[in-house]
């Protein structure tokens, strides 16, 4: 008896995942990390409203979801000015990215993004079989005009491009996107990934006008909002383009509760500020940890913050094993020269306590295991 | 400014969708239903234990789900006598049976399913272009060694087969299964869906080695432990296929507090118990209520009943708008000559007085409006 037949294509891939859970890390290292600032989740939490929201939901979870996201999608399309049908619910944005890649990208297409942006999006390219041309970061930077201008060179259908960007925490203003905009070749789409669009200043968000054909944007409750574990993000965009994902989204694939608390924590705009606050702090927190200890932490317009490390990947690399078995998970870009620098997500005080007593013995072991 | 370029696939899509959810039916109506008997959720809930752990798990949610779903495997491969590496989870059946589409079926491939099976695995077939044959139901039943014969005849990579079915809740042996197996084709996959096998009978679920690499095994959470809208599904068999689902699959996708539910809920035997004594009640009563209005219940192995309303599908289309003007939601299979019948979910006793109450004027009324 043979097994089944693969497409090509299946038969192709790698069977490599974007990331490795924190989870996964603390059973091989034996024991739970003290302080679990790798992931950019939000630690503060999501609204208390939320949370009950979802906890009254439970019981209710007989029950599918209604498909069409009537509520949530109503209370979206208020916030943000943009027409009902405009906007589509996802598992994520991860799961929405993978939708958006299978609606553009055939095999052999050519696809646009930065080197060292989010794996996820390259794995769903090459999912799909799309080629992936890859433009170098500028100042740490995702280079939007430079990401058009490879669109435009290789015919791409496709260019993701974040603001603010994940994993270094710059970002570009929303009149520079605007401006870029103009450039785009016809027919390209940029996907703007605005996970973290509630942690950036207000001039980072661009005026897009909702049916404008060239850009998608994406966004999530996984970050502001606090509801990581939750899977509930949007995008919007043209009319055509939204309503194409009903061709192959999952309907049902929405947790009834997830929706339930994403629409309470929408609501509560003071909790949203708290969490903002509570993020500007310990950014600040951290750039003042990494100055201690003789490292400079990068601008960020995120619940990150990139941390130079001011030597190579190696050191970094090393840094992120010494601090893991101190109990600290943080991460690290992938590709130099970001990878020079750790990425830190916004703590408690007491998380970054934790990160304040554990770094200096890191950073001395690490820097004795990449002594040559 | 013209909009992306899609694929020549999703260009070629419908906008249909499988499914219209309940509520948006409610919008239509303009009122809810009285009784929800037609998705066949399991109005009798999830197990209080698992609204217990995903209300505890609910200010949990700031963290991502653990990717590679460590607890919950665990308890399934020890429940079900297969390694943890042969089993994975994914949002709901589903999403998992878009993800087997995509792991096998390129443009062209051929694929069989029966004629009136469910519609959202001929919706992933469609989606990643397959071409989907059909093979009549047999005696309200699907028909496996027809199945496999029209693969042989097609060079078919996959079958669809569910076990119980869904809509008619008839079911094949476990004995019939394993007996067909040996007739399938080499390179050919059997998939087979088994998320009613909690309210079958123990006959009706095979003894398949775990590691036979002609079929694929898809269970859910949704119907025996009552959690639809937690979006739980999972899948077991060979290693090799189960493993190429990472190749591909939002690994990121899960609720984190759906996956502490479900694991709460397959902890919780006398609750499951307490269901199937339910369900089979229902059963019982939806029969009796058929009877007294001169329809007849067929045999079912599921949470629901298909009923035979003695007439052909424009009369049962034609109940199925009368009972929803009273307040009763049900569906009913899509095919002649199964849509003669009804499909009835199981309710608990008041749901079922309301069922009893508004059938014979919902008969009428279908009669009168189907008179020619």
Redesign the interface.
Known sequence: ??????????DS???T?????P??LE?RLGRPFRA?LG?N??????SPR??EA??A????????????H?ALKSALSARLGVPFDQIVLG??I??LL?YLV?????QG?AVVTSDGAYP?FNYHVA?FGGVLHKVPYRADGEDLPALIEKARAVDA??IYFANPDNPMGSWSTGAEIVAALDDMP????LALDEAYAEFAPAEAVPQIAAD???VLRLRTF?KGY??????VGYVFG?Q??V??F???R?????????LA?ALAALEDDDWLAHVQAQVSAARDRIGAIAADNGLSALPSATNFVAVDCGRGGAFARALLGTLAEDGVFVRMPFVAPQDRCIRISAGRPEDLDILAEALPGALDRAAAATQT
Chains 1, 2 share one sequence.
């Open positions: 008896m043979t097994g089944p037949r693969y497409t090509p294509l299946i891939l790698p069977s995942v974007p990331f490795v859970s989870e996964e059973r679990r992931a989740e939000n630690i503060f939490g999501p939320a949370v979802m906890a939901a439970s019981s209710e979870l007989w029950m599918y979801a209604d498909a069409s009537q598992e994520g991860d799961g993978g299978r609606l553009l990208v055939a297409d996820t999912g259908k496709l016809e027919g390209c789409l404008d054909p060239r996984s606090g509801l990581a574990g939750a899977r043209a055509p383009l309503k194409a009903d061709k192959i999952n309907h049902f694939g929405m947790n009834r509760a997830a608390g």
